[in-house]
């Protein structure tokens, strides 16, 4: 069946470090990637997705590029700010069941000023 | 990207009364919606599918006699807590289908709500 992985937080960095939250999901078909984010209090907000292998998703200063060889869908970005510190869903829909989106457990970033 | 809306953002009400929560697709229609629940630091656990004009589909352990949804319209869902008990409190989280959003093969974005936090005391 399908499932997501993804790194367990949470993840403490500095202001102006790299990031990188890994994303691995198991699938059938072709579905598609997505990373949400959701801020204290919040509910989720789509940041980026890719549809198809080898799209690269990109918003805000965050890429993840869909790796079908590796079944991967890893979330970086070059310099964080302390207003990226949220939780960051990975996500699959599609294969066999597009009505279903599965979701990965969810990765607490603190970005440190 | 599509906007979905929620109502009300939080409520706080007494052990056994019913709750109603609103979930709106504000640009586009839908469908399709699904509501989640989201219990404190854990993922969203999907609790059912709402189709417009039909039935809605309850994932295992749901209690569909509980949790009542209405999806009268192509831009609105409901979710009716009946019989609100502590146990329920928790953050409720709808989201819908944007079925003009699609991948190359079919694949759908699901564009969520901002949730409605939910007190039974």
């Known amino acids: 069946g399908n499932s997501v992985t993804q790194m367990e937080g949470p993840v403490t960095l500095s202001e102006e470090a790299f990031l990188t939250i890994n994303c691995t999901y198991t699938a059938t078909g072709y579905p598609s990637l997505f990373w949400y984010v959701q801020y204290p209090g919040e509910g989720l907000q789509l940041l980026l997705k890719a549809t198809k292998a080898d799209d690269k998703g990109s918003n805000k200063g965050f890429e993840a590029t869909y790796r079908k060889e590796t079944t991967s869908f890893h979330l970086e970005k070059g310099s964080v700010q302390v207003s990226d510190s949220a939780v960051y869903f990975c996500?699959?829909?599609?294969?066999?069941?597009?009505?279903?989106?599965?979701f990965g457990s969810g990765t607490k970033l603190n970005v440190k000023p | 990207g599509a906007v979905v809306s929620q109502h009300p953002s939080w409520v706080i009400c007494k052990s056994g009364t019913s709750v109603k929560i609103e979930c709106r697709s504000l640009d586009f229609q839908a469908t399709t919606m699904f509501w989640y629940r989201q219990f404190p630091k854990q993922s969203l656990m999907l609790m059912a599918t709402s189709n417009e004009g039909s039935k809605a589909t309850y994932e295992q352990g749901v209690e569909k006699d509980k949790f009542l949804i209405n999806h009268a319209s192509l831009t609105l869902s409901t979710l009716t807590v009946t019989s609100a008990h502590p146990e329920d409190s928790s953050f409720y989280i709808c989201?819908?289908?944007?079925?003009?959003?699609?991948?190359?093969?079919?694949?759908?974005?699901?564009?969520f709500g901002p949730g409605t936090r939910l007190l039974v005391l």
């Open positions: 989201s819908a289908r944007d079925e003009g959003d699609r991948g190359p093969r079919g694949q759908e974005t699901q564009y």
């Open positions: 996500a699959l829909s599609g294969g066999l069941n597009f009505n279903k989106f599965y």
